[in-house]
């Protein structure tokens, strides 16, 4: 029974944690990168900490591996290589932080988003289908994996992130 409650811990805290990334073309115009950030807190998750960094290429080679044979890739790195972004650890205090981070970026296809949730970040901002704003993690592996990489994170300071622009 004393391995039962730190196993259940560990596993509320899988899937109540997730990776997302705030992508350069929303990091470059202070108002969008604020709006995010705005939307992910109206949206009930709690940014745990972040901070900008300049992805190398290795990094985005890294984080974008699943898609190494797709044709969009080397557009994709060169894309998240081409500026600063905000590299954050959100959670969730009720519910899955994976999910619902998910939901609020909507699909990476921009244009389906038009047509099925005009609310979502994507659908608002984004300008292609990649260059899409945002970045999320998609299962709780593939989230631990971007945790790992890019931490450890500071506590969130919006006004420290978005005066850096």
Known sequence: MRFVVPLLNLLSSRTSSTFAMIKPEAVAYPFIAKEILNEIIKNGIEIVGAKRIRLNRNDAER?????????????LIQHVTSGPVI????RCSSGDAIERWRTLMGSSKVFRNMLNNRKCLRARFAISDTRNLV???????????????????????????????
């Open 63 to 75: 984080l974008y591996r699943i898609h190494q044979e797709k044709f969009f890739y080397e557009r």
């Open 87 to 90: 590299v954050m650890r959100l």
């Open 135 to 165: 970045h999320g993690a998609d299962s709780v592996d593939t989230s631990n994996y971007e945790l790992q990489l890019f931490g450890p994170y500071p506590p969130y300071d919006q006004q420290k992130l978005i005066a850096q622009s």
